[in-house]
């Protein structure tokens, strides 16, 4: 079993909906929680960074963290095709510079 | 100023041959990272260099693979003898300061395929 799980999608919506991702992991030692957007043959970028347990949010997007569930979530609201893109979350333990990463969730914002 | 480069963009192989790939960080950046992106997977670490030094390379899966960084800027993953499990997109990503303080920029990837 991984130590990140990401459902894999295809998850389609259509425009103007909200869209909701998940992940879960085993590691109780990660402490800094990121989601990456990832075009078609483009690198990931960072959307979303988040320590430790709570909320944060930056425009349409909303970031959840629940530490005692292992359980993060990224909510994007008023959902555009330009949204339409593979999503990945990781993470960090406290110490080390090595970033976990999910599967990634294929999203599809239908105008 | 720019971002991450990685060239080439695209490498073919045939089985047995040695590739290199290049990756040319965000100037001043002291971390540099290595991930390997398998087709419809998130990407996995190979290794991580802070300045010359490869501090962790915990992730790199065989001696065929070998990654330098000798003056801290520009940074080359050689994979010797490629087999057709390495086919995949390699990444690159430059971050600072260190540590999870530090957001990872990636670069576009090489796309190498092992044929």
């Known amino acids: 079993q991984k130590e990140v799980e990401q459902d894999p999608g295809p998850l389609s919506v259509p425009e103007g909906a909200i869209v909701s991702l998940n992940c879960t992991y085993s590691?109780?030692?990660?402490?800094?929680f990121m989601w990456y957007r990832q075009y078609s043959r483009k690198g990931p970028e960072l959307l979303m960074y988040?320590?430790?347990?709570g909320n944060k949010e930056d425009g349409r997007f909303t970031a959840q963290v629940d530490k005692s569930s292992k359980y993060i979530s990224l909510f994007i609201r008023d959902s555009q095709p330009s949204d339409s893109a593979t999503y990945l979350c990781?993470?960090?333990?406290?110490?080390?510079?090595?970033?976990?990463f999910g599967g990634g969730t294929r999203v599809l914002v239908k105008p | 100023g720019a971002g991450v480069s990685q060239s080439p963009r695209y490498k073919v192989a045939k089985r047995g041959q040695d590739v290199a790939l290049r990756c040319d960080p965000i100037?001043?950046?002291?971390?540099l990272f290595w991930y390997q992106q398998a087709l419809g997977q998130g990407p996995e670490f190979l290794t991580y260099?802070?300045?010359?030094?490869?501090?962790?390379k915990s992730g790199l899966p065989s001696d065929r693979f070998f990654a330098e960084r000798p003056e801290g800027s520009v940074s080359t993953l050689k994979i010797q003898r490629t087999q057709q499990e390495d086919s995949a997109v390699y990444l690159c990503a430059s971050s600072q300061p260190p540590g999870p303080q530090g957001t990872q920029y990636f670069g576009p990837g090489t796309r190498l395929t092992v044929l």
């Open positions: 260099f802070q300045n010359e030094a490869q501090l962790d």
């Open positions: 100037s001043g950046h002291v971390s």
């Open positions: 990781a993470m960090f333990p406290p110490l080390g510079n090595k970033l976990t």
């Open positions: 590691n109780s030692a990660f402490q800094y």
């Open positions: 988040t320590y430790s347990s």
